[in-house]
């Protein structure tokens, strides 16, 4: 037996062993453990469990402004919060609920695949030795440093029709259109949304990819070079397979933070007081407007429940394909 598995086969013992006993035993015995983990989970318990718990119980309220004086006394309705999120047609939060899935959707997509390729391009150029290195990688940080409310005001401002940055630059000083479109509005709003997100975040990834980078032994890259391998198969062959823990951390972060996306957008339109439109409002912006602006706090609660429960799924069905994966490899 290798002496790595016969390692791990003592270790397990060792587990099950500690599994056998009872749970006060094991409780006791690593008391100083649970004394240092204490803070820990009633701070998780206070902020995210009761909040989550109360906000299930909420979907099965009728709360809106005439009960909201009783909050959580309010009617109990069962499922009809998620009845008029799903199927009746008539109901103000189901009025552009599919248009918002369909937005966030296409959003998370291009969102996560251009700060992921954005950041790997960038983050591939700063893993070369030249002068100014550490200048230039602090520079390319700043769009994360700068808030999303921040980011989400400036680039409202430059995607005005009259004025804007983006049509004075692309019609009068580079002349690539022959008029100046409206990003504020109709079918270019998506992209208007999707651009500033992938600008704010694609730094985050370059970091966290560069540093996956400076992991790889060059020994590899050297051996390959001996080969005669060229730029992209060392790519494929070398680097891919070697940040792979990397790429997964980063795709499931973007996937979680832009489906809940919402300063950017919402900061966009009005200052959190407009509409986003058809191809602007997200998951997040339907659930805060129809909630905060047409006080329907049952149904919002029952659509962010129905969110939260795709969500898990997607996480779950996540991991189970990137344990797959490391079983492979």
Same mark, same amino acid.
């Given at each position: 037996?290798?002496?790595?598995?016969?390692?791990?086969?003592?270790?397990?013992?060792?587990?099950?062993?500690?599994?056998?006993?009872?749970?006060?035993?094991?409780?006791?015995q690593?008391?100083?453990?649970?004394?240092?983990?204490?803070?820990?989970?009633?701070?998780?318990?206070?902020?995210?469990?009761?909040?989550?718990?109360?906000?299930?119980?909420?979907?099965?309220?009728e709360?809106?402004?005439?009960?909201?004086?009783?909050?959580?006394?309010?009617?109990?309705?069962?499922?009809d919060?998620?009845?008029?999120?799903?199927?009746?047609?008539?109901?103000?939060?189901?009025?552009?609920?599919?248009?918002?899935?369909?937005?966030?959707?296409?959003?998370?997509?291009?969102?996560?695949?251009?700060?992921?390729?954005?950041?790997?391009?960038?983050?591939?150029?700063?893993?070369?030795?030249?002068?100014?290195?550490?200048?230039?990688?602090? %520079?390319? =940080? $700043?769009?994360? !440093?700068?808030? @999303? +409310?921040?980011?989400?005001?400036?680039?409202?401002?430059?995607?005005?029709?009259?004025?804007?940055?983006?049509?004075?630059?692309?019609?009068?000083?580079?002349?690539?259109?022959?008029?100046?479109?409206?990003?504020?509005?109709?079918?270019?709003?998506?992209?208007?949304?999707i651009i500033?997100?992938?600008?704010?975040?694609?730094?985050?990834?370059?970091?966290?990819?560069?540093?996956?980078?400076?992991t790889?032994?060059e020994?590899?890259?050297?051996?390959?070079?001996?080969?005669?391998?060229?730029?992209?198969?060392?790519?494929?062959?070398?680097?891919?397979?070697?940040?792979?823990?990397?790429?997964?951390? %980063?795709? =499931? $972060?973007?996937? !979680?933070?832009? @489906? +809940?996306?919402?300063?950017?957008?919402?900061?966009?339109?009005?200052?959190g007081?407009?509409?986003?439109?058809?191809?602007?409002?997200?998951?997040?912006?339907?659930?805060?407007?129809?909630?905060?602006?047409?006080?329907?706090?049952?149904?919002?609660?029952?659509?962010?429940?129905?969110?939260?429960?795709v969500?898990?799924?997607?996480?779950?069905?996540?991991?189970?394909?990137?344990?797959?994966?490391?079983?492979?490899?």
């Amino acid at each position: 037996m290798r002496p790595e598995k016969e390692g791990l086969s003592v270790l397990s013992g060792q587990i099950n062993k500690q599994k056998k006993k009872p749970v006060l035993q094991r409780i006791k015995q690593n008391r100083i453990a649970y004394v240092f983990l204490l803070p820990t989970l009633l701070a998780m318990l206070f902020l995210h469990i009761f909040p989550i718990m109360q906000g299930i119980y909420m979907s099965f309220l009728e709360l809106n402004q005439f009960t909201l004086s009783q909050y959580l006394l309010a009617p109990f309705v069962g499922l009809d919060n998620f009845y008029k999120v799903l199927i009746d047609v008539n109901s103000p939060i189901r009025i552009g609920l599919f248009e918002a899935v369909r937005n966030t959707v296409i959003y998370t997509l291009l969102v996560t695949v251009g700060t992921l390729g954005v950041g790997m391009v960038v983050a591939l150029m700063l893993n070369r030795k030249f002068f100014g290195r550490s200048l230039v990688r602090t %520079l390319f =940080l $700043f769009p994360w !440093i700068i808030p @999303t +409310y921040v980011t989400g005001l400036l680039w409202g401002i430059m995607w005005l029709k009259e004025g804007g940055l983006i049509n004075v630059m692309l019609v009068d000083w580079l002349h690539l259109l022959p008029f100046k479109p409206s990003w504020l509005t109709g079918a270019n709003t998506i992209w208007a949304i999707i651009i500033p997100t992938i600008w704010r975040y694609w730094p985050l990834s370059m970091l966290m990819l560069l540093a996956g980078l400076q992991t790889i032994p060059e020994e590899l890259y050297e051996a390959a070079d001996i080969d005669g391998a060229g730029p992209w198969r060392k790519f494929w062959m070398i680097t891919w397979p070697m940040l792979q823990p990397v790429w997964f951390i %980063l795709i =499931l $972060f973007g996937l !979680i933070s832009n @489906t +809940y996306s919402f300063n950017i957008v919402i900061m966009m339109f009005g200052f959190g007081a407009g509409f986003p439109g058809e191809w602007g409002d997200l998951m997040m912006t339907n659930i805060f407007r129809n909630s905060f602006q047409l006080w329907n706090f049952g149904t919002g609660a029952a659509a962010s429940v129905l969110l939260l429960i795709v969500m898990v799924a997607i996480v779950n069905v996540w991991f189970r394909l990137y344990k797959q994966a490391e079983e492979v490899r």
